[in-house]
């Protein structure tokens, strides 16, 4: 069975979640979804868990795959992925007696977005330059 039946296609819609902070002020609902994201991510087992992911090959990886680079036990790195995929970060499926993970692209986009910074106009770049 695909992941993908009966999903819908992500990337479809041009609207993300959220304005970058740096045009509007984040609203209350959406900063506490952003904000379980991050706390998330704060953690640099869940960080580089959540790069094997993005980096391996095929865009998704077997738990069996994740759990040698790291010096803690594999009850530790699930407790680390249920966090992740808990924050949004990334979805997963069981095969049999494995789980595989992805990163859900949505939620990437939504944290890059929220941190992009304004364009800088041609004027703020003559004064830095003078």
Do not use: N
Not at 23 to 30: D, I, N, Q, S, V
Not at 66 to 72: A, E, N, T, W
Not at 81 to 91: Q, T, Y
């Amino acid at each position: 069975m695909s992941k993908q039946a009966g999903l819908p296609v992500l990337g479809q819609d041009a609207t993300v979640c959220c304005a970058p902070m740096v045009r509007k002020p984040l609203g209350e609902e959406a900063a506490v979804g952003m904000s379980r994201m991050f706390k998330a991510l704060s953690d640099p087992i869940r960080l580089r868990l959540l790069s094997l992911i993005a980096s391996h090959e095929g865009g998704e990886a077997c738990v069996c795959d994740l759990i040698g680079p790291f010096d803690v036990s594999q009850p530790t790195i699930s407790h680390h992925l249920k966090v992740l995929r808990e924050a949004g970060l990334v979805g997963s499926e069981r095969r049999g007696t494995w789980v595989y993970y992805w990163v859900l692209p949505e939620a990437l986009a939504q944290l890059s977005a929220l941190l992009q910074p304004p364009a800088v106009s041609a004027t703020v770049s003559a004064k830095e330059s003078a």
